[in-house]
Nanobody, 124 residues
Framework: QVQLVESGGGLVQAGGSLRLSCAAS????????MGWFRQAPGKEREFVAA????????SYADSVKDRFTISRDNAKNTIYLQMNSLKPEDTAVYYC?????????????????WGQGTQVTVSS
């Protein structure tokens, strides 16, 4: 099993930037496809971005494409989500998730392991 801990959330003004981190422990990160999801109050959890085990393939939700960048450093057992040009509608709790790398890129919620989440609030 793998344990995931997110960090880097906070309060930022619209147009600003944040970088989220997700540190993994228990197993080597290179065993997993990784994803970021978010859940705003009163809404369902939604896909944000995913990255293959090697970092060679990525996928993004249309709402964040060209603003957010997912990356990973397997040597540090950490993945990142660089968020630029933030909008108030990006306000949510952000979760990282892991699933077997044999599944390839996964954009649905069918991940096996989840972190506890980190709050991102974007003020207008």
């Amino acid at each position: 099993q793998v344990q995931l801990v997110e960090s880097g959330g906070g309060l930022v003004q619209a147009g600003g930037s944040l970088r989220l981190s997700c540190a993994a422990s228990g197993r080597t990160l290179s065993s997993y496809t990784m994803g970021w999801f978010r859940q705003a109050p009163g809404k369902e959890r939604e896909f944000v971005a995913a990255i293959s085990w090697s970092g060679g393939s990525t996928s993004y939700a249309d709402s964040v494409k060209d603003r957010f960048t997912i990356s990973r450093d397997n040597a540090k057992n950490t993945i990142y989500l660089q968020m630029n040009s933030l909008k108030p509608e990006d306000t949510a709790v952000y979760y990282c998730a892991a699933t077997s790398r044999r599944r390839g890129i996964v954009t649905g919620p069918q991940y096996d392991y989840w972190g506890q989440g980190t709050q991102v609030t974007v003020s207008s």
